[in-house]
């Protein structure tokens, strides 16, 4: 019986975190975007007679609107990906306490220098991570 409650469980927590998902990642860009081509259409294209006459409606002004801005965040993507990307990587593994625990560990255990009590502590402290019950280690 309890493996059934933890099994709907999870079955419902997983369902949470896909409407999570599908809400933030997709829907909630979908709308952002569409609220994001409104306003620009009402506060620059309808304000200025000039611009108004090229862009007679809406439609035409979010058709043109996304075939440049599409390719522009593509672009910028692209480019954040080449250059930042590994930037933002390197200062959060800098930043990754854990993580350096466990690969310092790693590299000891792969040169056999880790003693017993090492691997002793090292069992204890993944352990406790995957039982929630993680508190930050005191420094090497």
Do not use: C
């Not at 409606?57 to 390719?71: E, L």
């Not at 990307?85 to 200062?91: L, P, T």
């Amino acid at each position: 019986m309890a493996s059934v409650r933890k099994r709907d469980s999870n079955w419902f927590r997983r369902r949470w975190l896909d409407f999570r998902n599908g809400h933030s990642i997709y829907l909630i860009f979908i709308m952002t975007f569409a609220n994001f081509v409104t306003i620009q259409y009402s506060l620059l294209i309808d304000k200025i007679p000039a611009v108004n006459s090229v862009f007679n409606n809406i439609w035409t002004f979010a058709i043109i609107f996304i075939a440049a801005y599409v390719p522009l965040g593509m672009v910028i993507g692209y480019w954040h990906r080449k250059s930042q990307w590994k930037v933002e990587q390197e200062a959060m593994f800098r930043e990754n306490v854990v993580g350096a625990r466990i690969w310092l560990f790693t590299i000891k255990l792969i040169e056999g220098k880790v003693s017993e009590e090492e691997k002793k502590n090292m069992i204890d402290f993944l352990s406790t991570i995957i039982s929630k019950k993680y508190v930050a280690p005191p420094n090497p």
